[in-house]
């Protein structure tokens, strides 16, 4: 068990919907990743919170969104949905130690695994 | 983007040791090497990570060659629960996301 949590395991909705994901971090994470994993792209970075503020953005589309709380739990918005959203949806978190040269290691929840019929 | 280049699969025998190994000649001088696995669909689980030296921990080795462009990762004592895909990351300090390549996918054979 990593200490992440993630709601819910299992979503599967309709093309044109809008869903939220639930991601809540180890105690004192401050630093929340967002990953996407399909079948043809692989794990992909999204977006990354430290401590409520957007710190960096990957291939996160226009249509997701996301946000962390002053609680640090995060939620990953994700709007007209298409069947293509189809994925593993992971939340990963870390203290995130700034001052140069610190490593990172990230904990991962078990993910939810959503489903654009 | 940071890339690491794996071999897409390989088998090893339970009980004998996993070498796996891992090219990341762009490595910059500030980032570390790091080994995560992903077990079926579950979420990616941290193994160990390096900047210069040779690193043990309880699951694992990292063996980082000299001029840090290729690393080893070695599981002493494959187990059947050891297959898994394996990643290998390099990643330094203000770029703290994790850029997941194919990975290899070890399997562990009674």
């Known amino acids: 068990d990593s200490g992440v949590t993630q709601t819910p395991k299992h979503l599967i909705t309709a093309t044109g919907q809008r869903v939220t994901l639930r991601c809540s971090p180890r105690?004192?994470?401050?630093?929340v990743y967002w990953y996407q994993q399909s079948l043809d792209q692989g794990l992909q970075f999204l977006i990354q919170?430290?401590?409520?503020?957007?710190?960096a953005k990957g291939n996160i589309l226009e249509r997701f969104s996301a946000q962390q709380f002053p609680d640090l739990h995060s939620e990953l918005n994700l709007s007209s949905l298409e069947l293509g959203d189809s994925a593993l949806y992971f939340c990963?978190?870390?203290?995130?130690?700034?001052?140069?040269?610190?490593?990172?290691?990230?904990?991962f929840g078990p993910g939810t695994r959503l489903t654009v019929l | 983007d940071a890339k690491t280049t794996q071999p897409p699969s390989m088998d090893c025998a339970e009980g004998r040791a996993a070498n796996l190994p891992c090219n990341h000649s762009?490595?910059?001088?500030?980032?570390?090497v790091y080994w995560y696995r992903q077990i079926h669909s579950q979420g990616p689980q941290y193994i160990i990570h390096?900047?210069?030296n040779n690193e043990t921990n309880e699951m694992a080795s990292l063996i980082i060659t000299e001029d840090r462009k290729s690393s080893t990762l070695i599981l002493p004592h494959a187990t059947l629960r050891d297959t898994a895909v394996y990643y290998c990351?390099?990643?330094?300090?203000?770029?703290?996301?994790?850029?997941f390549g194919k990975g290899t996918k070890l399997s562990v054979i009674p």
């Open positions: 990963a978190s870390s203290v995130e130690i700034d001052g140069g040269g610190a490593y990172n290691e990230q904990f």
């Open positions: 105690s004192g994470d401050l630093s």
């Open positions: 919170y430290y401590n409520g503020e957007e710190r």
């Open positions: 762009t490595i910059s001088g500030n980032e570390y």
């Open positions: 390096g900047l210069k």
């Open positions: 990351i390099h990643s330094g300090a203000g770029s703290y996301q994790l850029t």
